[in-house]
């Protein structure tokens, strides 16, 4: 599969190439990625237990001759602002492994569809030759061949460029700081030639 690269003045300069993968090898593994990730996003509720509560430390009377019933603590489960038994915990965990390989093979999979939709595209610039003004940088975005809708610029910089902030339909990461749904939320992709390279050689 051939993907297009531009130069700062929007010029095809020649093209690279990717692996086509198959439609549906990796489907599960995108799910299960996105899956992963709104999970970690999960606040769960979670209940004291009689540890956690505050105060009784003390026994409220002695073990035997008042005729009351034994007990131990005032923060007791069966009395007024004791613990709770079998509350939900804030300890649960909700990971779900997924191997490294098989993560880069999915993104280079959801790129490879992206790329046959004509929505993905190389760029061929350096980060001394990134304009400092945003609307410089958006004029350089307008002659591209892209199609309507959001964009995220997919990079091998230092730091995300200054001049990309202000831009509401632009997304900057870093090329070893993106996900899954980066790629799925945004319509166009923009490429940098250099973090391409490194994206072919993690997939291989």
Same mark, same amino acid.
């Given at each position: 599969?051939?993907?297009? @690269?531009? *130069?700062?003045?929007?010029? $095809? !300069?020649?093209? %690279?190439?990717?692996?086509?993968?198959?439609? =549906? $090898?990796? #489907?599960? !593994?995108?799910?299960?990625?996105?899956?992963?990730?709104? !999970?970690?996003?999960?606040?769960?509720?979670?209940?004291? @237990?009689? *540890? %956690?509560?505050?105060?009784?430390?003390? /026994?409220?009377?002695? &073990?035997?001759?008042?005729?009351?019933?034994?007990?131990?603590?005032?923060?007791?489960?069966?009395?007024?602002?004791?613990?709770?038994?079998?509350?939900?915990? =804030?300890?649960?965990?909700? &990971?779900? /492994?997924?191997?490294? /390989?098989?993560?880069? !093979?999915?993104?280079?999979?959801?790129?490879?569809?992206?790329?046959? %939709?004509?929505?993905?595209?190389?760029?061929?610039? #350096? #980060? /001394?030759?990134?304009?400092?003004?945003?609307?410089?940088? #958006?004029?350089?975005?307008?002659?591209?061949?892209?199609?309507?809708?959001?964009?995220?610029?997919?990079?091998?910089?230092?730091? *995300?460029?200054?001049?990309?902030?202000?831009?509401?339909?632009? %997304?900057?990461? &870093?090329? *070893?700081?993106?996900?899954?749904?980066?790629?799925?939320?945004? &319509?166009?992709?923009?490429?940098? =030639?250099?973090?391409?390279?490194?994206?072919?050689?993690? @997939?291989?």
């Amino acid at each position: 599969m051939k993907i297009k @690269t531009y *130069n700062l003045k929007g010029k $095809k !300069l020649g093209s %690279e190439t990717l692996s086509d993968l198959g439609e =549906k $090898k990796y #489907e599960t !593994l995108v799910f299960e990625k996105l899956r992963k990730i709104a !999970l970690a996003k999960i606040r769960t509720s979670a209940a004291k @237990t009689r *540890n %956690e509560r505050r105060g009784g430390g003390r /026994k409220p009377w002695r &073990q035997k001759g008042t005729g009351r019933a034994r007990v131990g603590s005032i923060r007791s489960p069966l009395w007024r602002k004791g613990g709770v038994i079998h509350g939900p915990k =804030k300890e649960k965990n909700f &990971q779900r /492994k997924i191997n490294k /390989k098989a993560l880069s !093979l999915t993104k280079k999979w959801l790129l490879s569809q992206k790329a046959k %939709e004509g929505n993905l595209l190389l760029f061929d610039i #350096e #980060e /001394k030759d990134v304009p400092k003004k945003t609307k410089d940088f #958006e004029a350089i975005l307008i002659q591209l061949p892209l199609k309507e809708g959001s964009v995220i610029f997919l990079h091998h910089f230092k730091k *995300n460029p200054s001049s990309a902030k202000n831009i509401s339909y632009l %997304e900057c990461k &870093q090329i *070893n700081k993106f996900n899954l749904k980066d790629l799925m939320n945004n &319509q166009n992709i923009i490429i940098t =030639k250099k973090a391409f390279s490194k994206i072919k050689k993690d @997939t291989k």
